[in-house]
């Protein structure tokens, strides 16, 4: 099974500013990295597939750069509604596995 | 715009039977990948098992087989059946669709429904 350790566990941001979040596999995924976003109450919501395409609707000022072991999602400048976690997903090899999860909050 | 909707008992007794349907509306099941994911309370995410309307199925090996998941195309309806469930098997469980064997990401959701194991 690929394990998907996401960093840090919280992050601490204040609006405008930019958030950079970490998603590392246990072994290679190439470039089959998806991203989620969850708000509280809700359901996750697809942001990123293939590593780096964006999903219809997600905003340009989130970014993703890696491929392999290493990945990095970057909001460039957060906006009140980004505040939320954020997951990072797999689907390089069954089982599909999620990381752990980074909640983004409000400094 | 397709839309998922999860529907079930929110309480089970431990040692039964888990059962959930997954309603599909502005669209077919045809053709899709659909799949179940769950996420215990204040926890993280696990995908469950997934189901093509051809019947192949995948099940996660965590889930030491207990998992049936079955599709209706006359009802657009996806169903999961969780045997043998413990506190464990506590959590919201959500629907998703994913397109293919190499677009193995999830979207869309469904809103969820929360299970509670207890007697």
């Known amino acids: 099974e690929i394990v998907m350790t996401q960093s840090p566990a919280t992050l601490s941001v204040s609006p405008g500013e930019r958030a950079t979040l970490s998603c590392r596999a246990s072994?290679?995924?190439?470039?089959?990295l998806a991203w989620y976003q969850q708000k509280p109450g809700q359901a996750p919501r697809l942001l990123i597939y293939?590593?780096?395409t964006r999903a219809t609707g997600t905003p340009a000022r989130f970014s993703v750069s890696g491929s392999g072991t290493e990945f990095t999602l970057t909001i460039s400048s957060l906006q009140s509604e980004d505040f939320a976690v954020y997951y990072c997903?797999?689907?390089?090899?069954?089982?599909?596995?999620f990381g752990g999860g980074t909640k983004v909050e409000i400094k | 715009q397709v839309q998922l909707q999860e529907s079930g008992p929110g309480l089970v007794r431990p040692s039964e039977t888990l059962s959930l349907t997954c309603t599909v509306s502005?669209?077919?099941?045809?053709?899709?990948?659909w799949a179940w994911i769950r996420q215990p309370p204040g926890m993280g995410l696990e995908w469950i098992s997934y189901i093509h309307q051809d019947g192949e199925t995948k099940q996660n090996p965590s889930l030491k087989g207990r998992v049936t998941v079955s599709a209706d195309s006359s009802k657009n309806q996806i169903s999961l059946n969780l045997n043998s469930v413990s506190a464990a098997d506590t959590a919201m469980y959500y629907c998703a669709r994913f397109i293919g064997s190499g677009s193995r990401w999830f979207d869309p959701w469904g809103q969820g429904t929360l299970v509670s194991v207890s007697s």
């Open positions: 502005g669209g077919s099941i045809s053709g899709y990948y």
């Open positions: 293939d590593a780096s």
């Open positions: 072994q290679s995924v190439s470039s089959r």
């Open positions: 997903q797999q689907y390089d090899d069954w089982p599909l596995t």
